[in-house]
């Protein structure tokens, strides 16, 4: 038998098994109408909006966790570009 110089099968993207949970979940979610516009985050002054962050967390856990905290920072800072606030659904507070 002769092998034909390729894999055989199916990769990750094209068997649906494997479909992107995300996406998925995107779909399902509703969202406010504000978030549907872009966030310039080159505009957005993190050092006056972190105290603001701080508190809330702190307000929903119930106490102040410097891991949370930071990890919330972090995602703010890593995204200099423009940001869809649907897509860091997990930030969003719900008030």
Known sequence: MADAGFFRGTSAEQDNRFSNKDKKLMKEMKFAES????????????????????EKIT???????????EYVFNQ????KQVMMPKGCWSLVVME
């Not at 307000?59 to 905290?69: A, Q, S, T």
């Not at 703010?76 to 995204?79: F, H, K, R, S, T």
């Open 76 to 79: 703010l800072e890593a995204e």
């Open 35 to 54: 978030l549907a516009k872009k966030v310039d985050m080159t505009k957005i002054r993190l050092e006056v909006v972190k105290p603001w962050v701080t």
């Open 59 to 69: 307000n929903i856990l119930g106490m102040e966790d410097d891991v949370v905290i």
